[in-house]
C-alpha cells in the first residue's frame, strides 16, 4: 500500500516510452450514479451489479491534455464514478514528436496540477499523475491492461458544424469509439451538455449519447 506522501517514481520503460507518475494518498466517501450501476448490470450480467462495490477498491483512468472537455470528463469520473479508496489516475499521452519540442516540459506540470486539484477536490480518493510519451491508442492500451484499470473516461467535445453536415467523425470522437469497442475495461465517452441544456452525453458500449442530467 502506497504511502499517503506524494511521491514520483519512474515507471517500467519496456515499452520505450518515458514516463513518470505521481500519486496523493487517499481518505473518505463518494458513490456511483444510478447511470453506472445499469451498466455493470449490462456489462456483469442481472444479479452482479455491485461488482465494483465488493472490490476493496477499483482503478478509475481519466485521458487527460489541454482541452476543456478533457478536464469535464475528469471531473466527471472524480465525482460520478470513484469511491473512496478509490485510485484516480490522470494520464497524460505526450505524442513521440514532442520529445525535442521545449514546450513539452510542461507535460509534467499539466498532470500534477489537475492531479493536485483533484486531490483537493475530493481527499478520500488516491490520485496519481502520469505522463507517458508514446502513440495515443497504443499506450492506453498497454496502460489500462498494465494498471487493471476497472473504468476509463474519455472526454468527448462536440463536433464542428462543418462535420456535422458531411456527417463525419472528429479525430476525438474516432479515438473514444475505438477505446469503446476495443478495451475489455468498462470505457465511457462524457461530453458536457452547452450550458442552455446542461448534465453530461454519456457513451459506452450499450449506450449512445445518454443524456444524464447531474
Not at 514532442?98 to 514546450?103: A, K, P, T, V
Amino acid at each position: 500500500m502506497p504511502s499517503s506522501d506524494s511521491f514520483l517514481r519512474q515507471l517500467s520503460s519496456k515499452e520505450g516510452w518515458k514516463s513518470t507518475s505521481k500519486r496523493w494518498g487517499g481518505g473518505g466517501g463518494g458513490g456511483w450514479g444510478g447511470c453506472l450501476k445499469q451498466m455493470e448490470k449490462e456489462m456483469y450480467g442481472s444479479g452482479n451489479e455491485g461488482v465494483f462495490e465488493l472490490v476493496m477498491k477499483k482503478r478509475v483512468m481519466v485521458v487527460v491534455d489541454q482541452s476543456s472537455h478533457s478536464k469535464h470528463a475528469m471531473m466527471w469520473a472524480l465525482t460520478h464514478v470513484t469511491n473512496k479508496g478509490d485510485i484516480l489516475t490522470l494520464l497524460h499521452i505526450v505524442s513521440p514528436s514532442s520529445s525535442h519540442d521545449s514546450s513539452s516540459s510542461s507535460s509534467p506540470y499539466l498532470a500534477t496540477t489537475l492531479g493536485s486539484l483533484c486531490k483537493a477536490c475530493k481527499p478520500e480518493v488516491e490520485v496519481e499523475a502520469l505522463v507517458v510519451q508514446g502513440p495515443k491508442m497504443a499506450t492506453v492500451m498497454s496502460q489500462v491492461k498494465k494498471l487493471e484499470v476497472s473504468v476509463l473516461v474519455l472526454g468527448q467535445k462536440t463536433p464542428s458544424p462543418l462535420l456535422n453536415c458531411l456527417c463525419l467523425p472528429s479525430s476525438t470522437e474516432e479515438f473514444v469509439e475505438q477505446c469503446i469497442s476495443t478495451l475489455d475495461c468498462l470505457t465511457i465517452g462524457v461530453k458536457k451538455q452547452s450550458k442552455g441544456v446542461g448534465g453530461y452525453l454519456i457513451s459506452t458500449r450499450w449506450h449512445k449519447n445518454f443524456w444524464l442530467l447531474a
